[in-house]
Structure formats: C-alpha cells, structure tokens
C-alpha cells in the first residue's frame, strides 16, 4: 500500500519538506518524485510559479498496524510506547515496550488478545491478503506457552493415572492448540475441545475412556497447575473422605 501527498514550495527540498509533513515521516522515510520545477518571475514580477513534489511512502501491513497502535494507545495516555516489528513468515510480531504497560496485558491476556485481533483486521485490509500478527509485551507470550504446555502435561499424566477426564477453563484457539500438543506428548492420554464460542474449552482424558465418573479441573491454569496431593483439590479430598470415591 502506498500513502502520497503532493505539495508546493518555493524550492523543491521546501515542497519536498511540505508533503513529508503532510505523511508525518521525516524526509529521510519518504520517496519523492518533482512533478514541477519553480520557475521564477521574469523582471522579478511576471509569472513563476511554486515547485510541487509528490512524497510516497509504502507502507506494509506491519507497518499499518504499528501506526493504529500507537494510535489506540495513545488514546489510553501511553504517548512513550516503542512498537517494535520483527517480521517472521507471512507476519510480524509486533512488541510492545515502555514504562508501566503491564495492564496492556490485561486478565488471561484478553486485552492483549483484543489489540491483537484488531491490529490484525488493520493489516490485512492494507493488501487485502492474509497477515498474521502477534502482539506481546513483557514476553507475555512466551511465559504463557511455558505455563499451558505444563499444564497440559500434567493434566494429561494425571488423566492416564486417574483414568477419569478434566475439563479446563475456556480458551481461545490459539491456547487450546498449545494444550493439545502438550496432551499429545504423554503417552496414554487424548484431549478434544468442546463448547461453543467463548465458552469453548479443553477436556483431557485417558486414550481408552473414562474409568468411573467425570471430574472437572475448574480456574485458571495457573491455578489447577498448583493443585498438590489430589487431582483436583479440595473438592476430590472431601469426596475421598466420605468414601464416594
């Protein structure tokens, strides 16, 4: 995509100067091509006429959504926030930095989650293609994948050995991946999503089916990854305690 501004000045470099700001870059990030040269005023009062540039710049869809993020977050009053962009096969991860922008984060990630999903919309409007953006601050993302995959495998170690299957909290897509290949590692158990839309979720079992009732692994996986001495918690204990299991 390609963002122009055409402007006039008495000399080229003041109209070139005249259309970069007009793009909001520097005269150093846009091209330029003269659309007209000044001509100057015969006897110093007849004629002549302004010099026009045309400055370009072409913008990637990363690009496009670095700018809407800074836009957005400078609505929220963060205006020192650096949008870092490393590009990677069909999309960039876009890595937010600056003082306090920890909440950026936001619950589980959602409010990450939120920006990224519409800075992704901005991107692949630029050339109408497929684009896939990842926002992350702090690492964030990294830090989750480490946490799900280890909830996955424990979950899943503790299904073979239970023979009984969990239910964890809803996630998204991309989260529900990393748990089912996580499952995928240990040896004797499976897991499938179920639910609908925001309420989709991951269950873990043994390869061979239940043995016995259904026990539901609720919080957040950080939590149920906490879990010591039962398989989930309290709630198993005082089952165990009164003998109905």
């Not at 302004?50 to 869809?61: L, Q």
């Not at 590692?185 to 873990?204: F, M, N, P, Q, Y």
Request: one cysteine or more.
């Amino acid at each position: 995509m390609v963002k122009e501004a055409i402007a006039t000045g008495a000399t080229v470099e003041e109209a070139h100067a005249n259309a970069c700001a007009q793009l909001g870059v520097d005269t150093t990030e846009a091209e330029f091509e003269i659309l007209e040269l000044p001509e100057k005023k015969r006897f110093g009062l007849f004629g002549g006429s302004p010099a026009k540039v045309r400055a370009f710049i072409r913008e990637t869809p990363a690009d496009a959504a670095a700018a809407y993020l800074r836009s957005i977050l400078s609505g929220m009053g963060l205006t020192d926030i650096e949008v870092e962009i490393h590009e990677v096969e069909a999309g960039a991860e876009l890595v937010l930095t600056g003082e306090d922008i920890g909440f950026i984060i936001g619950h589980r990630g959602e409010t990450l989650d939120a920006l990224q999903y519409l800075s992704s919309l901005v991107a692949n409007h630029v050339d109408e293609s497929y684009y896939r953006v990842t926002l992350d601050v702090g690492n964030y993302r990294e830090k989750r994948k480490e946490t799900l995959e280890n909830l996955g495998k424990k979950m899943a170690a503790r299904a073979v050995k239970t023979g009984r299957n969990a239910s964890l909290e809803p996630m998204n897509p991309y989260e529900r991946r990393i748990i089912h290949t996580a499952v995928q590692t240990v040896e004797g158990a499976k897991s499938w999503s179920e639910g609908e839309d925001l309420a989709r979720h991951v269950v873990i079992g043994p390869e061979g089916g239940e043995r016995g009732g259904t026990v539901v692994a609720q919080g957040t996986p950080e939590e149920v990854a906490q879990v010591e001495g039962s398989y989930t918690g309290a709630f198993v204990k005082k089952m165990l305690e009164d003998g109905r299991l």
